[in-house]
């Protein structure tokens, strides 16, 4: 039904909580970055910055800073998505779209790849984006956004034809 490899990744990627011991590999990292990197932006600002955190004492101090992290546990890596909201170019203050655009291109990146991955919220919770950024030594004036936990999914079909969430009722054309 698929119209593309690129569609098909799109529809089977979900939160993927459990990984193997298979290191990401950097060069894996990289590409995901540069896909991140790619996402739009509000007047092109391109607010982000990105932390790669692969040590495993900081990961699972994450997990114990985050109420939804305990994934980091068990994750090879992890992408902490920030924004410097002074690189904001719009009247209005766009940096989170930005960032979460961001942050999906992380994901469906991960997921071309073979690497599963889950979106941790954590801005505008203050206590998480202050207990990440006092463990990362982010500067003040830099938002936390997202971390994206990384590691090769434990089961071998993690990535199964997804639920399909094609909803018709919530489908409007040319008006409500």
């Given at each position: 039904m698929c119209e593309s490899e690129c569609i098909r990744m799109i529809l089977t990627r979900r939160s993927v909580r459990e990984y193997s011991q298979k290191n990401v590999e950097d060069e894996k990292i990289k590409i995901i970055l540069k896909a991140a990197m790619q996402a739009p932006s509000s007047r092109n600002s391109q607010p982000w910055h990105f932390i790669v955190v692969k040590k495993r004492d900081i990961l699972d101090e994450m997990a114990r800073i985050?109420?939804?992290?305990?994934?980091?546990?068990?994750?090879?890596?992890?992408?902490?998505?920030?924004?410097?909201?002074?690189?904001?170019?719009?009247?209005?203050?766009?940096?989170?779209?930005?960032?979460?655009?961001?942050?999906?291109?992380?994901l469906l990146a991960s997921r071309c790849l073979g690497i599963g991955s889950v979106w941790l919220g954590v801005y505008p919770y203050e206590d998480r984006m202050r207990g990440i950024a006092e463990l990362l030594g982010i500067p003040d004036d830099i938002v936390v956004f997202s971390v994206v936990s990384l590691g090769y999914p434990l089961e071998e079909n993690a990535f199964y034809e997804a639920e399909n969430r094609y909803k018709k009722d919530r489908i409007h054309w040319d008006s409500w």
């Open positions: 985050h109420p939804y992290g305990k994934m980091l546990h068990r994750a090879k890596a992890a992408i902490v998505v920030c924004a410097d909201p002074k690189l904001n170019k719009s009247r209005k203050m766009l940096w989170p779209q930005d960032c979460a655009a961001a942050t999906q291109n992380i």
